[in-house]
């Protein structure tokens, strides 16, 4: 029986996977040479104004590629450690503060909801909205934007280099903070009134019906900056009360 091009262009893609590697050590283990890229960086358009006259900035978003672990070795950290997901931090920081806009966490084996194997996604999308967006559709469909919002980003970009980096797995740690399940939508996040500064992602083993993670966080040497917004003019909104 004749293998099918899709079949063997498969195969080839498996065959060429670049796994990093499990260190076991009795106690901790480590996972090295992890490769975090970051891609698709994009500004999403927000039409406002009485007559949708201007243009202002509701979001940017971004895919960041999952750690590419063989199945075998997320059995063995799930078997040790009870390891059955990744979770990743978000911190933005700007005038040397920082803060945490939150977490999502990508299952090792997720409910399968259509064809194919239940695997960690090889990639997620995050999103991160100015504070007039980020509520609800309603906010979203508003002529004129809570919070007087008019910024715009006129400077982004995608900063650091993907390179090869380890995440240690040790003793649990209780991690509080209710975090988001990573699904087919982007993962969406509160960036405040304005969305200047650099964001950074942390990665750390989770556990996610105990809710621990294992071995602390680890920052991905890859990060988005937004260097500069400036104001947009919207005359028509002057004065105007979204809650009228």
Same mark, same amino acid.
Request: charged share 25%; hydrophobic share 35%; glycine share 6%.
């Given at each position: 029986?004749?293998?099918? =091009?899709? @079949?063997?262009?498969?195969?080839?893609?498996?065959?060429?996977? /670049?796994?990093?590697?499990?260190?076991? $050590?009795?106690?901790?283990?480590?996972?090295?040479?992890?490769?975090?890229?970051?891609?698709? =960086?994009?500004?999403?358009?927000?039409?406002?104004?009485?007559? /949708?006259?201007? @243009?202002?900035? +509701?979001?940017?978003?971004? =895919?960041?590629?999952?750690?590419?672990? %063989?199945?075998?070795?997320?059995?063995?950290?799930?078997?040790?450690?009870?390891?059955?997901?990744?979770?990743?931090?978000?911190?933005?920081?700007?005038?040397?503060? $920082? +803060?945490?806009?939150?977490?999502?966490?990508?299952?090792?084996? !997720? *409910? +399968? @909801?259509?064809?194919?194997?239940? #695997?960690?996604?090889?990639?997620? $999308? *995050?999103?991160?909205?100015?504070? &007039?967006?980020?509520?609800?559709?309603?906010? #979203? &469909?508003?002529?004129?934007?809570?919070?007087?919002?008019? /910024? #715009?980003?006129?400077?982004?970009?995608?900063?650091?280099?993907?390179?090869?980096?380890?995440?240690?797995?040790?003793?649990?740690? !209780?991690?509080?903070? /209710? %975090?988001? *399940?990573?699904?087919?939508?982007?993962?969406?996040?509160?960036?405040?009134?304005?969305?200047?500064?650099?964001?950074?992602?942390?990665?750390? !083993?989770? $556990?996610?019906?105990?809710?621990?993670?294992?071995?602390?966080? @680890? #920052?991905?040497?890859?990060?988005?900056?937004?260097? +500069?917004?400036?104001?947009?003019?919207?005359? %028509?909104?002057?004065?105007?009360? !979204?809650?009228?």
């Amino acid at each position: 029986m004749k293998l099918t =091009l899709l @079949t063997i262009t498969l195969i080839f893609m498996v065959s060429c996977t /670049k796994y990093a590697e499990v260190t076991r $050590n009795s106690f901790s283990d480590e996972v090295k040479q992890v490769s975090m890229e970051v891609t698709y =960086l994009k500004e999403a358009d927000w039409k406002v104004g009485q007559k /949708k006259e201007a @243009t202002v900035t +509701q979001s940017i978003s971004f =895919l960041l590629d999952m750690p590419k672990v %063989s199945e075998e070795d997320l059995a063995y950290l799930t078997s040790k450690h009870k390891v059955d997901a990744w979770i990743i931090r978000l911190i933005k920081t700007r005038d040397n503060k $920082n +803060q945490d806009l939150g977490s999502v966490y990508a299952l090792f084996n !997720p *409910l +399968q @909801t259509g064809r194919g194997k239940n #695997r960690t996604p090889e990639s997620i $999308n *995050l999103k991160i909205y100015y504070a &007039a967006a980020y509520a609800s559709e309603r906010f #979203r &469909a508003l002529k004129c934007p809570y919070f007087n919002h008019s /910024k #715009r980003i006129n400077s982004m970009d995608i900063e650091g280099e993907n390179k090869g980096f380890s995440i240690s797995v040790g003793r649990s740690i !209780p991690y509080g903070e /209710k %975090s988001q *399940l990573v699904e087919f939508r982007p993962n969406s996040f509160n960036g405040g009134n304005s969305l200047a500064g650099n964001y950074y992602m942390e990665i750390a !083993p989770y $556990n996610s019906k105990e809710k621990v993670i294992l071995g602390g966080f @680890t #920052r991905i040497p890859m990060y988005v900056s937004v260097e +500069q917004e400036k104001e947009i003019s919207i005359p %028509s909104c002057d004065g105007f009360d !979204p809650d009228r």
